[in-house]
């Protein structure tokens, strides 16, 4: 019983230790760029490298959840968190299968994946993700309003637009698509222009759909994640 306590403890100070944490934090950053080199054309020798420094990482990988599981006082606390899962269903994906069939495409892919233990490596993406899974429902609502104003205003576009540029404006869909472009302010002012010069009045269609959309809506957006994230702070400090 002693000598279980005594590795549970053991392992929980590797676990938290700092240099433990960055280690794993640079092996998930090395694994990514890995695989972003496994892109380009390399000699057979380099490839082989690659295999090799992949096949560490992984061992190191599922060494890495075995401590962490190992230093967990309870062990259904470990399966309790969804990020431990999270990271365990990495790192099983990663494992299929290791060998020199890991160049494979299909497992070159999965390998991806593990770029993804970033977010629970890190706090405060931790944190920024936590926080984005909580303002889900309100975001929802937003984004709601944020198409009922699209589908207005497509509406009334492709009614007043849809003889004269019939590209853009030719039925709902289109011109929902269209209003979608000028929601991101990308080359919108390609769309106005053209019908500037045939109603003056068309800068106003436009203004106020910028105006409601792209400002107001997206603001809201920002201030619901930042009002979720600042309860989130403070519920944190209450603790």
């Given at each position: 019983?002693?000598?279980?306590?005594?590795?549970?403890?053991?392992?929980?100070?590797?676990?938290?230790?700092?240099?433990?944490?960055?280690?794993?934090?640079?092996?998930?950053?090395?694994?990514?760029?890995?695989?972003?080199?496994?892109?380009?054309?390399?000699?057979?020798?380099?490839?082989?490298?690659?295999?090799?420094?992949?096949?560490?990482?992984?061992?190191?990988?599922?060494?890495?959840?075995?401590?962490?599981?190992?230093?967990?006082?309870?062990?259904?606390?470990?399966?309790?968190?969804?990020?431990?899962?999270?990271?365990?269903?990495?790192?099983?994906?990663?494992?299929?299968?290791?060998?020199?069939?890991?160049?494979?495409?299909?497992?070159?892919?999965?390998?991806?994946?593990?770029?993804?233990?970033?977010?629970?490596?890190?706090?405060?993406?931790?944190?920024?993700?936590?926080?984005?899974?909580?303002?889900?429902?309100?975001?929802?609502?937003?984004?709601?309003?944020?198409?009922?104003?699209?589908?207005?205003?497509?509406?009334?576009?492709?009614?007043l637009f849809s003889e004269t540029d019939p590209?853009?404006?030719?039925?709902?869909?289109?011109?929902?698509?269209?209003?979608?472009?000028?929601?991101?302010?990308?080359?919108?002012?390609?769309?106005?222009?053209?019908?500037?010069?045939?109603?003056?009045?068309?800068?106003?269609?436009?203004?106020?759909?910028?105006?409601?959309?792209?400002?107001?809506?997206?603001?809201?957006?920002?201030?619901?994640?930042?009002?979720?994230?600042?309860?989130?702070?403070?519920?944190?400090?209450?603790?």
């Open positions: 019983m002693s000598y279980t306590i005594f590795s549970k403890k053991f392992f929980f100070r590797i676990k938290e230790h700092k240099l433990f944490q960055l280690i794993v934090i640079g092996a998930i950053i090395l694994s990514a760029l890995m695989v972003g080199a496994s892109t380009f054309d390399l000699s057979p020798s380099l490839i082989t490298l690659l295999q090799a420094a992949d096949i560490f990482i992984t061992l190191f990988f599922v060494v890495e959840i075995c401590v962490r599981f190992i230093a967990e006082p309870r062990k259904i606390d470990f399966l309790k968190s969804g990020w431990n899962i999270f990271d365990t269903i990495i790192v099983l994906v990663s494992i299929i299968p290791i060998g020199p069939n890991s160049s494979v495409l299909l497992f070159r892919l999965l390998r991806i994946f593990r770029v993804l233990r970033l977010i629970s490596a890190v706090p405060e993406l931790k944190r920024l993700i936590e926080a984005l899974l909580l303002s889900v429902g309100r975001v929802f609502y937003v984004t709601l309003l944020l198409f009922i104003i699209l589908y207005i205003y497509a509406s009334f576009g492709s009614i590209v853009r404006w030719g039925d709902l869909g289109i011109a929902m698509i269209t209003l979608v472009q000028v929601l991101t302010l990308s080359s919108w002012e390609q769309v106005m222009l053209p019908l500037q010069q045939l109603y003056w009045w068309a800068w106003i269609y436009f203004f106020s759909f910028i105006a409601l959309g792209s400002i107001t809506i997206l603001n809201l957006i920002v201030a619901v994640l930042v009002d979720v994230v600042t309860n989130q702070n403070n519920s944190r400090d209450y603790e």
